[in-house]
């Protein structure tokens, strides 16, 4: 038995394929006489209209794009849910992009948007940009930058407050004694690490002077990068007390060196990490960290692609920034001073 088309109930109906569609779209309303004729040959016929189809129709998907650079680590793995649940609870699809942060990936993604396969976009990139990825987030429109920056666009953005998150590892640290220390994290191309530097290095400056002393590795936030920073520090014998490790990956590699290389946390080197997603809270000891609401930070995301009037290019909101916390664990000790 064939399944009954558009063509078909207009059809049966006596009047144009137009008038049902529209009539099913919301847009036309009919007389009586016409609504029953066309309502009447949809139930005799057993018609199901195409749910996608209406919603292009409409010049809407009803669809959510997130382009994230990686779905494997706790962060996004944790972004992706909360923007999930999200969307769910507004009846809202999501499509999920992983762009393995490469440039190329991330433009096909954004053009989703210009084709309309898409509502709107929830963008994340996690390196630097040459202007044509700010580029095409400009030409899109409905984008949403998210965690870190894109500079030169002119979309809403929105950050964890990546100063303040540096600024109370610096003070921990400091407090605790420690001014010679080590900064593990993205370089000054990145927001994140331009800002988790500044605010670390304001507070240890604010409790030690000119006697703070500040090593800086830059790479990505990677576990191999983290790996690679503990060992360039143990081979170099670099005279620090403390290590700052600007995320979970970044973090897990710097403890598996150190525990391959017989080094105790926090007897022979404090250390303080950043995200606060996976489970630091498990090591041993547990690591005190930085706290991104990561949750947070996906819901709010998703509203503010929704709530935004996209129609006026003057009126889109600020950046955004949302608060950090530190949980302070075991994983820093009181420097000892001979």
Known sequence: MSVASLRDVAQAAGVSV???????????????RTRTAVEAAIQQLNYQPNPH?????????????????????PFFATLVAAVETEADRRGLGLTLH????????????????????VDGLIFVTNHPDDGTLAAEINASGQVVVL????????????FCDNDEGGYLAGRHLAEAGHRRVLFIGGGDAMLSGTRRYKGFRRAMTEVWGAEARIERYEGEYSTEFGRLSARRMLDSRLDVTAVFATSDEITIGVMEVLNAAGL???????????????PLHLFAPAVTAVRQPVRDLGIRALSLLLDTDWTDPTKLPPEEIMPVTLIA?????????S
């Open 264 to 278: 105790r946390v926090p007897q022979d080197l404090s250390l303080v990490g950043f995200d606060d997603v996976g």
């Open 147 to 158: 965690d870190e920056d894109v500079a030169g666009t002119s979309v809403p953005k929105l």
């Open 98 to 117: 992983a762009t393995l942060n490469r440039g190329e990936r991330e433009l096909s993604y954004l053009q989703a948007v210009r084709r309309n396969q």
């Open 329 to 337: 664990r075991n994983s820093v000790a009181p420097v000892i001073r």
């Open 18 to 32: 137009t008038t049902v569609s529209r009539f099913l779209n919301g847009t036309l309303d009919l007389p009586d």
């Open 53 to 73: 189809a209406r919603r292009l129709s409409r010049g809407r998907s009803d669809t959510i794009g997130l382009v994230i650079p990686d779905i494997a680590t």
